[in-house]
């Protein structure tokens, strides 16, 4: 089943036309990578996906129904989570605090000044839960200011799974993670139950070939091939485009 559907998209900046007719399906559960080289439009299609740029022309759909005209936070309402390529955290806040912040504004909590935070028992068990699973509970009264980078990384994933998403946008999940914080990621990604799906970009080919089940290339604003994992390793195409020849492996 289709989850994700991507029409004719267009994006210019004034002159620079940068998204050209991109079409893209992502079914329920896919594990669905993009890759390109540097400036090919890959965060611009992220914005114009999750709302936060407006499209020039085309459709997004969402499970069947038309999103491309509502606001980033009707498209959160309705499953679809998102990372960004920067940090999007409470810095001066702790790891709790930002979850907890997180799940309120998904659940629309109505607070009461007079009645401390911690008295939210089921807003308290479900940060508890979330914070477990993804193994952050040792880790839950530090500043976030105060996490390495990957656990940055991770504290925004474990963010967007608050909301309960059908789909999760992940912008280059792994970059400037070192090599131990990034195999800790893959497994912790692989970890995220099938029923949600994941659009994932990615530079690193070692990550795009463990996690990816279905992967786009996208070439100067076009998306010039959707194909399984060993489709694209054994198109001489793409490897001379991307690659120089070289091989596309991760072994
Ligand atoms: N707000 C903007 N105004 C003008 N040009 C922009 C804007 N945002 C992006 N661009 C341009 O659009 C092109 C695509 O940028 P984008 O960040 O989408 O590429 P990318 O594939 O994600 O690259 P990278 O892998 O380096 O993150 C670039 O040439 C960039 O300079």
Redesign the pocket.
């Given at each position: 089943m289709t989850l994700l559907k991507i029409e004719d998209l267009n994006?210019s900046?004034?002159a620079?036309h940068?998204?050209k007719g991109v079409n893209i399906e992502v079914n329920k559960g896919e594990r669905h990578v993009i890759i390109?080289?540097?400036?090919?439009?890959?965060?611009?299609?992220?914005?114009c996906i999750y709302g936060t740029?407006p499209l020039s022309s085309g459709k997004v759909y969402l499970a069947g129904k038309r999103i491309d005209h509502i606001p980033s936070f009707k498209r959160t309402e309705k499953g679809m989570g998102r990372t960004f390529?920067k940090n999007n955290l409470f810095e001066e806040l702790t790891v709790e605090e930002n979850v907890r912040l997180a799940i309120m504004g998904k659940k629309k909590y109505r607070l009461n000044m007079f009645k401390p935070m911690q008295n939210y028992n089921d807003l308290a068990e479900e940060c508890h839960r979330l914070l477990e699973e993804w193994e952050m509970t040792e880790r839950r009264t530090v500043l976030v200011k105060e996490l390495s980078y990957g656990e940055q990384r991770l504290l925004e994933i474990i963010l967007s799974l608050s909301t309960n998403p059908e789909i999760i946008l992940l912008?280059?999940p792994t970059s400037g993670m070192s090599p131990t914080e990034t195999s800790r990621f893959v497994k912790l990604i692989k970890k995220i139950p099938d029923h949600i799906t994941l659009v994932i970009?990615e530079?690193d080919m070692e990550v795009v070939f463990s996690l990816a089940n279905k992967i786009t290339v996208?070439h100067h604003?076009t998306a010039m091939m959707t194909a399984s994992p060993e489709e694209i390793r054994g198109n001489q195409m793409i490897q001379e485009i991307y690659f120089g020849g070289g091989a596309l492996s991760h072994d």
């Open positions: 994006k900046f004034k620079l940068i998204l390109g080289p540097n400036g090919a439009g890959k965060t611009t299609l992220f914005n740029l390529q912008d280059e970009i530079h996208l604003g």
